[in-house]
């Protein structure tokens, strides 16, 4: 079979045929690629966006931004980084992985999956597009009304926010859809629902917190765009329109948004700890059925973005009782993972680095997520930069830093050459360091008063000196990522080749070659145990004798 | 590019066992299972957002004064019937008719446009006697709801007029089994939320 790439790029016209290739490409694994290169240039934007921002808040009374372009930045870096970085990361990865880990030739739908991308890439393009238009929106992620209706936002930007939003989201779905079927019906012989690999349970459960948290959103999106265009009230408090139905309705969505980011970073780590301390997954059950938990519990504590509402003392105490049973599911994971790395020969690649940083990073943010859980406690810090640091601490260092697992760890099955060790080691301990020097003083700032989302403050309040830290810090991340890109170039020059399975790993995708032939696998493998791999390479002592 | 030369076909263990039963998940079930549950938490929350404003006007607009429970009615025998006929209509096809699976689809199609129609005048009448989306929280919350249910009625008409030419030009049609089958199930959903709008919009709420 001649693929695209078999031919020669001589001519224009070759470069022609390559481009035409990719566009009208209905293979998951491609698919997975351009989704993956549109998180990362989304990435690079989202984070210049982020230290503009930081730029105007070194110092006092900073002259870099106008309150407006400032609130532009803050705006357009959080719909960046959620919606154009973490989810087609994510849905990149799985739409890469997910079919190889199953043993299946493609997803599902194959069509409905380049939508998905398409939609997804439209959705980002129109966001953008905004600043064509007479300016980026400048309403905040979550754009709470009545702030984004037509009497308080004239432009058009709120408009395309609004659109860019329905459209990648309408992807999103549809990409949740496409899983879901694939995950339930093409799965090679004998692999049973007790013997997925869990990056694959994580994304199942993942699908459907798309299914049923995605929709609200959408829902939402249509009534304030019917506010906007055609005059309706749903939103409008002047004609009786409540401004809290859109709070409630965007974090019925926004809160599970954020196990739909984290959760596959769960799947990521679970994956490679394992491999990297050489030990089974200690409690495979516990961590699906923990993660099933998570779920289901990640409907019922939207209102702890709320808190500072006042909406009763008892919907208050329902939604902090919530958010810290939370812990416990989580609780027990982070237990599975450390009892895994128990006793285990760990080679600290850069996969296992970041799946220790993630460990690490992921837990402070869950420890001061257990502290706004609490009401009171939430009534003090709302608004502030602590808010701020925590869920950066829970997005960065908990998505980002499982992303970055993911990617050294599967990038050498898409392309046929490892990163950089070094380099990845460089890159990952600038990260960190760059990281906590950001988001940490961030705490302190906060707990000193410091609003969050304020483009200037006045000297003598004693945050110069953990503004200035927080910028070195993002100016050191920056000097991280732009080592990463640089590991990514010499790699796909001159990496070491990978060969089939470079990590000795024992899940399907390491089957098959690197990268895998458009059809996946030669031969439909057939499964016995959770590590098929494992069985193959011993046959003395399979898996499924002991499972 | 790595060729399939290099990949040596694996021993996957027993030769034994290989046959396998049919599955219970299919691809095309899961799928549309899938998307309705997502369609369930679309219109769960136009509904919430109908209840939460329900009563909330002053005036002479509101639903106990405009709104008119035969025409609702009339609504719901077409669309009840017509779910009887599509399911007609799949086992029809199921069952290797041919015939019988268009002329049921076709009646199937007349129903729901029976529908749009009487939905048509309610809605004329409704902004003759000056209710509109602009109108008050009432007219804001109805026309979407009501309106986003018609549109889906809209698009199942659309899928079933596509798989009605499909299956009068073809001669085998046994692959139309599934899409037929898939597009009922879509097409008894929409049926459902109707129920629950008739109780929620027309009854409940009135």
């Known amino acids: ?547 | 590019m790595t060729t399939a030369d290099s990949m040596s076909p694996r021993d996957w263990g027993s030769a034994s066992g290989t046959a396998h039963a049919e599955p219970v998940f299919q691809a095309g079930r899961c799928g549309m299972v899938a998307f309705l549950a997502s369609e369930v938490a679309f219109f769960g929350t136009l509904i919430v957002a109908y209840l939460k404003y329900l009563g909330a006007d002053n005036g002479e607009l509101t639903p106990a004064n405009m709104l008119h429970l035969p025409t609702a009615l009339v609504n719901t025998a077409l669309l009840v019937s017509s779910s009887i006929t599509i399911a007609w209509a799949a086992t029809a096809l199921a069952r290797g008719s041919h015939k019988a699976a268009c002329r049921w689809l076709a009646l199937t199609v007349l129903l729901g446009l029976g529908f749009l129609g009487v939905t048509a005048s309610e809605w004329y009448d409704l902004i003759s006697r000056g209710l509109t989306l602009r109108t008050n929280l009432f007219g804001t919350t109805y026309f979407t709801l009501i309106g986003f249910h018609a549109g889906h009625v809209t698009l199942g008409l659309l899928a079933m007029i596509c798989l009605l030419a499909i299956l009068s030009s073809q001669k085998q049609v046994g692959f139309l089994a599934e899409p037929v089958e898939l597009v009922s199930w879509y097409w008894h959903f929409v049926d459902g939320v109707w129920i629950v709008l008739l109780l929620v919009v027309y009854i409940l709420g009135r």
């Open chain 1, 1 to 547: 079979m001649t693929t695209v790439a078999d031919i020669p790029a001589r001519s224009s016209v070759d470069i022609t045929m390559r481009l035409h290739g990719w566009v009208t490409t209905v293979d998951h694994k491609r698919l997975g690629i351009m989704y993956i290169v549109t998180g990362l240039v989304f990435f690079i934007v989202g984070g210049i966006e982020a230290l503009l921002m930081r730029w105007q808040l070194f110092t006092s009374d900073g002259q870099v931004l106008s309150g407006t372009t400032f609130n532009q930045m803050f705006t357009m870096h959080g719909t960046t980084m959620i919606f154009f970085v973490a989810m087609p990361m994510i849905f990149g990865i799985a739409n890469y992985v997910v079919p190889l880990m199953i043993g299946a030739r493609d997803m599902a739908f194959p069509r409905l999956n380049a939508f998905s991308f398409w939609m997804s890439l439209l959705g980002g393009v129109l966001l953008y597009g905004s600043f064509f238009a007479g300016g980026a929106p400048d309403v905040g992620w979550f754009a709470y009304a009545p702030l984004t209706e037509y009497t308080f936002a004239r432009s058009t930007a709120t408009d395309y926010w609004i659109l860019s939003l329905l459209i990648s989201g309408v992807g999103t779905i549809a990409t949740a859809i496409n899983l879901s079927a694939t995950i339930l019906a093409l799965r090679a012989p004998g692999m049973a629902l007790g013997k997925l690999p869990l990056f694959v349970w994580m994304m199942l459960i993942d699908a459907f917190l798309v299914l049923f948290a995605l929709p609200p959103l959408t829902a939402a999106l249509v009534m304030l765009l019917l506010d906007r265009q055609l005059g309706a009230h749903f939103f409008d408090v002047q004609a009786g329109g409540s401004a809290l139905l859109w709070q409630h309705l965007f974090w019925f969505f926004g809160h599970p948004e954020v196990y739909i980011v984290a959760l596959p970073a769960f799947g990521i780590i679970s994956e490679v700890i394992p491999v990297f301390a050489r030990k089974v997954i200690f409690g495979y059950e516990s961590v699906a059925a923990a993660s099933v938990a998570i779920g289901f519990i990640s409907f019922g504590v939207w209102a702890h973005h709320m808190f500072a509402v006042g909406l009763s003392p008892g919907l208050d105490s329902f939604f902090a009782g919530a958010s810290l049973l939370i812990a416990v599911p989580t609780g027990i994971k982070v237990f599975n993972w450390l009892a895994t790395l128990y006793g285990g020969r760990i080679r600290f690649d850069a996969p296992m680095l970041f799946s220790l940083g993630f460990l690490g990073m992921f837990v402070f943010g869950g420890l001061t997520g257990i502290m706004l859980a609490a009401a009171p406690i939430d009534w003090q810090f709302t608004d502030s930069y602590f808010v701020v640091g925590h869920f950066h601490y829970v997005l960065f260092g908990g998505t980002v830093f499982g992303l970055m697992a993911a990617f050294y760890y599967w990038w050498p099955k898409m392309t046929g050459r490892m990163l950089g060790r070094r380099l990845g080691q460089w890159h990952f301990w600038l990260l960190l360091i760059g990281f906590n020097l950001t988001f940490g003083p961030m705490h302190v700032s906060g707990l000193l008063g410091m609003p969050r989302r304020i483009y200037t403050y006045q000297a003598g309040q004693g945050w110069e000196l953990w503004n200035q830290l927080t910028t070195i810090g993002a100016v050191i991340q920056g000097i991280a990522m732009a080592l990463f890109i640089l590991n990514v170039l010499i790699s796909l020059r001159r990496g070491e080749l990978a060969g089939d399975d470079p990590w000795d790993a024992w899940t399907l995708e390491w089957a098959t070659t690197s990268p895998p032939a458009e059809y996946n696998f030669e031969t439909i493998p057939e499964v016995r145990s959770r590590r098929p791999l494992w069985d193959l390479k011993h046959p003395d002592d399979p898996d499924w004798k002991h499972e």
